[in-house]
């Protein structure tokens, strides 16, 4: 597989692997907010290829401080196969030359099997946080 930033024009491919991966999708995932998260973080928002078609692709936000991973997928019929901790590992490995402190994810309760591969790459569930959003634009 081979790793490179994502681009713009990569959105259908990725916007279809989401959805076939299950992932939730809403108003911040369409085209032009994207656009705004490729501008400020074109280094650490990366897609996976395989002869040429995109079977991976990983969000990374940076704030100046610390990291935050988005829309971790690959494509099903992959899974299991490595794609994704090498995908996060790319990602890593770019936050610590941006010189990130920590890096954060958010995983859906529910989502025991995406828990679990976080934990054997190393990150730590927290209990001590609770999630508090405040939706500014409709």
């Given at each position: 597989?081979?790793?490179?930033?994502?681009?713009?024009?990569?959105?259908?491919d990725?916007?279809?692997?989401?959805k076939e991966?299950?992932?939730?999708?809403?108003?911040s995932?369409?085209?032009?907010?994207i656009?705004?998260?490729?501008?400020?973080?074109?280094?650490?928002?990366?897609?996976?290829?395989?002869?040429g078609v995109i079977?991976?692709?990983?969000?990374g936000g940076f704030?100046?401080?610390?990291?935050?991973?988005h829309h971790?997928?690959?494509k099903k019929?992959?899974?299991k196969?490595?794609?994704?901790?090498?995908?996060?590992?790319?990602?890593?490995?770019r936050?610590?030359?941006?010189?990130?402190?920590?890096?954060?994810l958010f995983?859906?309760e529910?989502?025991?099997?995406?828990?679990?591969?976080y934990k054997n790459?190393g990150?730590?569930?927290?209990?001590?946080?609770?999630?508090?959003?405040?939706?500014?634009?409709?």
């Open positions: 597989m081979d790793i490179r930033e994502m681009k713009l024009a990569d959105y259908e990725i916007y279809r692997l989401w991966t299950d992932i939730i999708l809403k108003r995932d369409q085209k032009q907010e656009d705004r998260m490729l501008k400020r973080n074109p280094y650490t928002c990366l897609v996976g290829e395989i002869d079977v991976s692709v990983v969000m704030d100046g401080r610390r990291g935050y991973v971790l997928a690959v019929e992959l899974q196969q490595g794609l994704g901790r090498i995908m996060m590992e790319e990602l890593i490995s936050f610590q030359e941006l010189k990130v402190i920590k890096v954060h995983v859906e529910n989502n025991k099997a995406v828990k679990e591969f790459i990150f730590e569930e927290r209990t001590d946080l609770t999630d508090f959003s405040l939706t500014l634009i409709e």
